[in-house]
């Protein structure tokens, strides 16, 4: 199996703090897949992804990103920001220019690209996330969830094999949350690795597939959404519960859902019940 | 006040003209508004009115505020030109108030004087004014940049610019979290209070500078902010020709002025 991203026992602290941000961290995430990295606050999350694009240096171990360690040099650092890119919790961090067309592009111009393609390469990301209405306004008029898309389209511009997204459904109401997850299913679907980081079970469950528990800097478990939500060991260690709907999949008697596959969406659910049902007799 | 100034501008009618074109417009009538005649200055700012109000369409009101604030300084300047103390050196008296222990004047030379100074001072931010509400912020940057500013104050210009917005919106939030908690009620204790949101707001500059910093390093900063180049645009004859002819009538005039 490839993988776009790798930590083999990586540790970092803070200055001025006692207890180390990751301890001896150690996890792969599979090329092409969308994975989620479910913990706490605290527990790790943004620092792991800011060791991911470059940002912070870890004081041990080493990062694997698509096959090549990671290497603290100006060169590799900006061969670096074409492979992977971040997606920060607030979009304000990585907002730098006066209107979204104009902030895509600051990192092609970084990179010398020629006028012409750079204009090809944003009208190709603003069609691909839909921000034409909203192109030409200024930032700080935008919403939350269309600074979100546009911070997630300047690094779409890049064209990185590796996307981080920093908790990219928090604070957002139900549409802009379905904008972005559309969104996001386009850049998978076009081969690139998504990562994700929340504690936001339901979205993990219904999303992902592969999955990273962390808990106080250090990797619980990993493995497909199957593993992790249907083992749950290591979600009650890192005291994150269940989804909704794996907690009432796996609260139906287990000789009713055995050979079953947990179901991952509402429809999902309602489909294996009424075949469950179906098949003992009764109706739904 | 910036938030509403904003607003407008991204919405005024004549933003589609070429910035490059409104900014030597505005440079050129600055130039005539600072020499020409008072008269003539009165007509400057009255043209330039129409072009925000009329052909831009900013309301009048927000017009009205901006242009109306900035000669509010002037205005609270003024009593140092017109009011003299002690007996009058020269010129004829306006107006005299007698205080018990000396003479205040306004002499016919003060009250002239404050009205060419408020003629040319009117005239000259009606031509800022209509820089400031026809061109968007970043467009003015690419203008600058075309005239060969240098690139560290650009990038200063355009970091101060979002970070205006910025600060203003947590500025608003801490004030609004202070109203609703009831707020502290006495001049000391509000003295006190703002001291200590003043606090708060700096350290969240620097927690914001140091996110910023990081998105920065994220996205690959270079050490230069790469600005969009300036993309020429058209003017539309209308305009073109207005201009063209409004000069030359202010030049005619004030020729005429000078001659008789």
């Known amino acids: 199996m490839e993988y776009s991203l790798s930590f083999d026992g990586v540790v970092f602290r803070y200055p001025d703090t006692a207890e180390p941000a990751l301890k001896e961290l150690s996890f792969k995430v599979p090329k092409g897949s969308r994975t989620a990295v479910l913990g706490h606050n605290g527990s790790g999350k943004s620092t792991l992804f800011l060791q991911a694009v470059g940002v912070l240096r870890p004081q041990q171990g080493g990062i694997t990103v698509s096959g090549r360690p990671l290497v603290y040099s100006r060169k590799e650092l900006a061969r670096l920001r074409r492979t992977a890119g971040l997606v920060f919790q607030d979009p304000e961090q990585q907002l730098i220019l006066s209107t979204p067309q104009d902030d895509i592009s600051f990192g092609l111009r970084g990179i010398g690209m020629d006028e012409r393609e750079i204009r090809l390469r944003c009208s190709e990301v603003v069609e691909l996330l839909r921000l034409e209405e909203f192109k030409d306004k200024p930032i700080h008029q935008l919403s939350l969830g269309q600074k979100k898309r546009t911070a997630l389209a300047g690094v779409l511009a890049m064209e990185p094999e590796l996307i981080l997204l920093d908790e990219p459904t928090a604070y957002l109401d139900p549409m802009s949350e379905a904008q972005l997850l559309s969104g996001l299913e386009n850049i998978h679907a076009a081969g690139t690795t998504v990562v994700i980081a929340t504690h936001d079970m339901n979205l993990a469950y219904r999303w992902a597939d592969w999955i990273i528990v962390l808990d106080r800097g250090s990797c619980l478990a990993e493995g497909t959404a199957g593993e992790i939500f249907g083992g749950h060991t290591a979600l009650q260690e890192a005291g994150l519960g269940l989804p909704l709907l794996a907690e009432l999949w796996y609260s139906l008697p287990e000789g009713l859902t055995a050979g079953y596959p947990a179901p991952r969406t509402a429809g999902d659910f309602k489909a294996a019940l009424q075949q469950l049902l179906g098949s003992t007799g009764s109706g739904v | ?260």
């Open chain 2, 1 to 260: 006040m910036i938030r509403r100034i904003d607003a407008c501008v991204s919405m005024n009618a004549l933003r589609p003209l070429s910035p490059m074109w409104k900014s030597l417009y505005a440079a050129l009538m600055f130039v005539l508004a600072s020499t020409l005649h008072p008269v003539l200055q009165a007509g400057i700012t009255v043209w330039m009115m129409v072009w925000c109000i009329v052909y831009a369409r900013i309301p009048l009101r927000v017009y009205g505020l901006l242009s109306g604030t900035a000669l509010l300084f002037c205005v609270l300047g003024m009593p140092a030109l017109l009011l003299e103390f002690g007996h009058s050196a020269g010129g004829g008296p306006a107006g005299l108030v007698q205080l018990p222990v000396l003479p205040v004047y306004i002499t016919a030379e003060g009250l002239q004087r404050a009205g060419y100074l408020l003629a040319r001072v009117a005239a000259c931010t009606s031509c800022f004014l209509f820089i400031i509400f026809t061109t968007p912020f970043y467009e003015l940057l690419q203008v600058l940049r075309r005239l060969r500013m240098p690139q560290i104050v650009l990038e200063l210009m355009l970091i101060m610019y979002r970070f205006l917005f910025i600060l203003g919106d947590t500025a608003q939030g801490m004030l609004l979290a202070r109203t609703l908690r009831g707020g502290k009620r006495g001049f000391r204790a509000r003295l006190r209070e703002t001291a200590e949101m003043a606090g708060a707001l700096f350290a969240g500059t620097m927690r914001r500078y140091y996110g910023l910093s990081q998105g920065l390093t994220a996205r690959g900063f270079t050490g230069e902010i790469m600005l969009p180049p300036y993309v020429p645009r058209q003017v539309p004859l209308k305009y073109s020709l207005q201009v063209y002819a409004g000069i030359v009538l202010l030049l005619l005039a004030q020729w005429w002025i000078v001659r008789h």
